[in-house]
């Protein structure tokens, strides 16, 4: 099929004491088509100074990614069903739980597309139909153990 890459870049840097746990989590993430992005531990998994806020944390780019798959899949199956597409917006949700050996994962992603249409917009079963058909076409999503859910706006809402 085909590869995707993407490269993580961390160093210790100056004054830093590995041993103790005193060490930045902040990193390079770099992917194929040459965009880069700081990336660090989530500072409420590893507390400041020792996470960079606005970095990107690993559970935001499983989310995102869950999120980009579905958009993207739902964005060919609404275009092949003549449905024309002005605006998607996904405010999408990861949520830790612990299993039942204690070990944390992110156990449920929910996303909540909210799309504007271009014209004629499908009825509610339709847009149902085709997040469905969207979801199980997913790489990503069929990828996983997590709980996706979609709960799509009904109605779509204006931006606020």
Not at 80 to 98: L, N, S, W
Request: net charge negative.
């Amino acid at each position: 099929m085909s590869i995707h890459t993407a490269t993580v870049d961390w160093r210790l840097q100056a004054g830093e004491d590995f041993a103790k746990g005193r060490y930045s989590r902040a990193h390079t993430l770099a992917f194929d088509g040459g965009v880069t992005a700081v990336g660090s531990s989530s500072p409420s998994v590893v507390p400041l100074p020792w996470s960079d806020p606005a970095g990107v944390d690993p559970e935001e780019m499983f989310v995102a990614a869950l999120s980009a798959c579905h958009m993207l899949t739902f964005l060919d199956l609404a275009r092949r069903a003549k449905f024309m597409i002005a605006r998607y917006t996904d405010p999408a949700e990861g949520q830790m739980v612990k299993d039942d050996q204690g070990r944390s994962w992110i156990g449920v992603v929910t996303l909540r597309p909210n799309i504007a249409f271009d014209g004629a917009a499908p009825d509610d079963a339709t847009l149902t139909a085709l997040h469905e058909a969207a979801h199980h076409a997913c790489f990503i999503a069929n990828s996983v153990r997590t709980d996706v859910r979609v709960e799509p706006a009904f109605p779509p809402q204006p931006e606020q």
